[in-house]
C-alpha cells in the first residue's frame, strides 16, 4: 500500500478513479492470501480425490522400482544413479497433475481480488523498509493487529477441524497397516483427500471474512484529504481560470459559427431587443423549419446586424419570439406546438417578399395584394424558459 504520512482520520475522501488507476500502476491492488491458500488446499483435495486410480498405481510402480532393486545393480555403479534418476523422475511425474492444479489454483487465487497487475515498481529496491524501527511500527499498528487477530482465528478454525477429522477417521489411518499394499495406498489416497476437503471448508469461512476486509482496506489506504482531491481536480481538468477561458473561446467559436449561418435563414423573429431566433426551411430536406441561430441581449443584437445586413426579413412579435427561444434548440426543428403560428408568418415573409411557398402555384392573372399580418395564438406557458422548454420536450 501506499505509505502516506497524513493521519487517516484526516483522510476523509474516497479514492477517486485516477488514484485507483496509480495504485495500479504501481502494483498496489486488493490481495487476500487466505483466498489463494484456500484455492490452493481445494485443489489439490480436488486432485487426490479425482485421480484416485492414477496415484495409486503411480506409488505401486515407485515402490516396485525402489524396493525391488535387481542383484546386479549392487555390483554395477552405473545402474544405481540410473535406477535413482527413474524413480525421482516417476516421482515428478506423478506430482504433476497436483502441482500444476495448486499453481493454477495459486494464480487464480491470486488475481480473483484485484485482477491482473503486472508493475516493474515494486521490484525496485526500497531500503526504508529495512528500517527496524518502520518495521516494528507497522507490526503495531491496526494492520498488524489484524493480521495477528487473523492468523489467531485461521489457527483456532484449522485446529478445531482438524481435531475432528482425526477423531472420525483417527481409526481409520491406524488400520492402514493391515491392508494389503495396494489398499493402503488407495485408503490412504482417500483420506487425505477427505482430510483436505475438510480443511479447506474451514479455510472458506477464512477466505470469505478475508476478501470483504482486504477490499475495503485497500481503498481506506487509498483514501484522500480534501486538499489532494482539489489538486487532483486541478492536475486532470486544469486550473478554473483556465477552464473558463477554454469555455469562453469555445462559446466565442460557438457565436460565429451561429453566426455564420444567419444570412441563411428565412426570417428572424424579435423581441423586438431582448430575443432573437433566425429560422430556416427547406421543404425538400426538412421536416418543419429549423433553428440556426438563437441567442439574448447581445447576441440578439448581433444577430439582428447581420441580419439587416444581408437582408434577412425580421418578424417583430414578442411572444412568438419569446416562445421559439425557450422551446427550441440551435440545430433542432422547431417545437409542434409552434407548426401553425410560423407557418403563418413563413406566409406571411413569403408574400410580403414575393417569394413562393413550398409546394403553392403561382395564380396567374391576379394583381398581387398587400399581406396582411397574420394574427398568432401562442401558449402563454411556451414564452416561459422552464415551461416552454418542458411543454417542447413532451411533445417532442
Same mark, same amino acid.
Given at each position: 500500500?501506499?505509505?502516506?504520512?497524513?493521519?487517516?482520520?484526516?483522510?476523509?475522501?474516497?479514492?477517486?478513479?485516477?488514484?485507483?488507476?496509480?495504485?495500479?500502476?504501481? %502494483?498496489? *491492488?486488493?490481495?487476500?492470501?487466505? !483466498? @489463494?491458500?484456500? &484455492? #490452493? /488446499?481445494?485443489?489439490? +483435495?480436488?486432485? $487426490? =480425490?479425482?485421480?484416485?486410480?492414477?496415484?495409486?498405481?503411480?506409488?505401486?510402480?515407485?515402490?516396485?522400482?525402489?524396493?525391488?532393486?535387481?542383484?546386479?545393480?549392487?555390483?554395477?555403479?552405473?545402474?544405481?544413479?540410473?535406477?535413482?534418476?527413474?524413480?525421482?523422475?516417476?516421482?515428478?511425474?506423478?506430482?504433476?497433475?497436483?502441482?500444476?492444479?495448486?499453481?493454477?489454483?495459486?494464480?487464480?487465487?491470486?488475481?480473483?481480488?484485484?485482477?491482473?497487475?503486472?508493475?516493474?515498481?515494486?521490484?525496485?529496491?526500497?531500503?526504508?523498509?529495512?528500517?527496524?524501527?518502520?518495521?516494528?511500527?507497522?507490526?503495531?499498528?491496526?494492520? %498488524?493487529? *489484524?493480521?495477528?487477530?487473523?492468523? !489467531? @482465528?485461521?489457527? &483456532? #478454525? /484449522?485446529?478445531?477441524? +482438524?481435531?475432528? $477429522? =482425526?477423531?472420525?477417521?483417527?481409526?481409520?489411518?491406524?488400520?492402514?497397516?493391515?491392508?494389503?499394499?495396494?489398499?493402503?495406498?488407495?485408503?490412504?489416497?482417500?483420506?487425505?483427500?477427505?482430510?483436505?476437503?475438510?480443511?479447506?471448508?474451514?479455510?472458506?469461512?477464512?477466505?470469505?471474512?478475508?476478501?470483504?476486509?482486504?477490499?475495503?482496506?485497500?481503498?481506506?489506504?487509498?483514501?484522500?484529504?480534501?486538499?489532494?482531491?482539489?489538486?487532483?481536480?486541478?492536475?486532470?481538468?486544469?486550473?478554473?481560470?483556465?477552464?473558463?477561458?477554454?469555455?469562453?473561446?469555445?462559446?466565442?467559436?460557438?457565436?460565429?459559427?451561429?453566426?455564420?449561418?444567419?444570412?441563411?435563414?428565412?426570417?428572424?423573429?424579435?423581441?423586438?431587443?431582448?430575443?432573437?431566433?433566425?429560422?430556416?426551411?427547406?421543404?425538400?430536406?426538412?421536416?418543419?423549419?429549423?433553428?440556426?441561430?438563437?441567442?439574448?441581449?447581445?447576441?440578439?443584437?448581433?444577430?439582428?446586424?447581420?441580419?439587416?445586413?444581408?437582408?434577412?426579413?425580421?418578424?417583430?412579435?414578442?411572444?412568438?419570439?419569446?416562445?421559439?427561444?425557450?422551446?427550441?434548440?440551435?440545430?433542432?426543428?422547431?417545437?409542434?406546438?409552434?407548426?401553425?403560428?410560423?407557418?403563418?408568418?413563413?406566409?406571411?415573409?413569403?408574400?410580403?417578399?414575393?417569394?413562393?411557398?413550398?409546394?403553392?402555384?403561382?395564380?396567374?392573372?391576379?394583381?398581387?395584394?398587400?399581406?396582411?399580418?397574420?394574427?398568432?395564438?401562442?401558449?402563454?406557458?411556451?414564452?416561459?424558459?422552464?415551461?416552454?422548454?418542458?411543454?417542447?420536450?413532451?411533445?417532442?
Amino acid at each position: 500500500m501506499a505509505e502516506n504520512d497524513t493521519p487517516q482520520h484526516d483522510r476523509t475522501e474516497q479514492p477517486s478513479a485516477k488514484r485507483l488507476d496509480d495504485a495500479r500502476a504501481r %502494483g498496489e *491492488v486488493p490481495r487476500s492470501r487466505e !483466498l @489463494a491458500m484456500t &484455492a #490452493v /488446499v481445494i485443489a489439490g +483435495a480436488a486432485a $487426490l =480425490l479425482g485421480g484416485g486410480s492414477y496415484f495409486r498405481q503411480g506409488l505401486e510402480r515407485l515402490f516396485e522400482l525402489g524396493l525391488e532393486v535387481p542383484r546386479e545393480a549392487l555390483f554395477d555403479a552405473a545402474l544405481l544413479p540410473r535406477a535413482l534418476f527413474e524413480g525421482l523422475l516417476g516421482g515428478m511425474r506423478l506430482l504433476l497433475p497436483i502441482a500444476a492444479a495448486t499453481v493454477g489454483a495459486a494464480v487464480l487465487g491470486s488475481v480473483a481480488l484485484g485482477g491482473w497487475s503486472f508493475s516493474t515498481t515494486a521490484l525496485t529496491p526500497n531500503f526504508s523498509r529495512l528500517n527496524p524501527i518502520a518495521g516494528f511500527g507497522r507490526i503495531a499498528s491496526v494492520t %498488524g493487529l *489484524v493480521e495477528l487477530v487473523k492468523a !489467531l @482465528a485461521k489457527f &483456532a #478454525v /484449522v485446529a478445531v477441524v +482438524a481435531g475432528v $477429522l =482425526l477423531y472420525n477417521f483417527g481409526g481409520d489411518f491406524l488400520a492402514l497397516g493391515s491392508l494389503t499394499l495396494e489398499a493402503a495406498i488407495e485408503r490412504s489416497a482417500w483420506l487425505v483427500g477427505v482430510c483436505l476437503t475438510g480443511l479447506a471448508a474451514s479455510l472458506v469461512l477464512v477466505a470469505a471474512a478475508d476478501v470483504p476486509f482486504q477490499f475495503w482496506h485497500h481503498r481506506r489506504q487509498l483514501r484522500m484529504t480534501k486538499q489532494e482531491a482539489k489538486d487532483e481536480l486541478k492536475e486532470t481538468e486544469g486550473r478554473p481560470e483556465v477552464r473558463s477561458r477554454i469555455r469562453s473561446l469555445q462559446r466565442a467559436l460557438a457565436t460565429r459559427r451561429m453566426m455564420a449561418d444567419v444570412p441563411k435563414a428565412d426570417l428572424v423573429a424579435m423581441n423586438p431587443t431582448h430575443y432573437a431566433v433566425a429560422l430556416r426551411y427547406d421543404a425538400k430536406n426538412m421536416k418543419a423549419p429549423r433553428v440556426v441561430a438563437k441567442g439574448a441581449d447581445l447576441i440578439a443584437f448581433q444577430i439582428r446586424r447581420v441580419a439587416e445586413a444581408h437582408k434577412v426579413p425580421i418578424f417583430e412579435h414578442p411572444q412568438f419570439a419569446r416562445a421559439l427561444y425557450h422551446t427550441s434548440e440551435i440545430g433542432k426543428e422547431i417545437s409542434p406546438k409552434l407548426y401553425v403560428a410560423v407557418a403563418q408568418v413563413l406566409t406571411y415573409i413569403y408574400q410580403l417578399t414575393g417569394r413562393m411557398a413550398p409546394g403553392s402555384k403561382p395564380r396567374a392573372g391576379r394583381p398581387k395584394a398587400k399581406p396582411q399580418m397574420p394574427v398568432l395564438v401562442i401558449d402563454p406557458e411556451l414564452t416561459e424558459a422552464q415551461r416552454g422548454r418542458a411543454s417542447a420536450g413532451v411533445e417532442a
